[in-house]
């Protein structure tokens, strides 16, 4: 069964940075683009940044320049860092493949983060 299982979100005041972790079960993610998506209330979900199996990299213009994407394939894991957050940043982010694993069927509870002072 795939899994997508993000870590790390939490409470930051403006200009604060927070580092989240997604932990991927069955499948190796050596192979596909994966992908950070958010979906802040009353919005639709989209997709912050990507990285494929050549580590190609790819962000929302929203966020270039302060989150960063990478992976450990030894560890099946992606990350984002992010820095200088903004409130507008505040929503659910959630990883996985680029497309959505199984059509959007694996999604998960995702990890909240609240930029506010």
């Known amino acids: 069964q795939v899994q997508f299982v993000p870590s790390g979100g939490g409470l930051v005041q403006p200009g604060g940075s927070l580092k989240l972790s997604c932990q991927v079960l069955?499948?190796?993610?050596?192979?596909?683009?994966l992908g950070w998506y958010r979906q802040a209330p009353g919005k639709e979900r989209e997709l912050v940044a990507r990285i494929n199996s050549d580590d190609f990299i790819n962000y929302k213009g929203s966020v270039k320049g302060r989150f960063t994407i990478s992976k450990d394939n030894a560890r099946n894991t992606i990350y984002l860092q992010m820095n200088s957050l903004k409130p507008e940043d505040t929503a659910v982010y959630y990883c996985?493949?680029?497309?959505?694993w199984g059509g959007g069927a694996y999604w998960g509870q995702g990890t909240q983060v609240t930029v506010s002072s």
């Open positions: 996985n493949t680029k497309p959505a």
């Open positions: 069955g499948i190796d993610i050596s192979s596909y683009e």
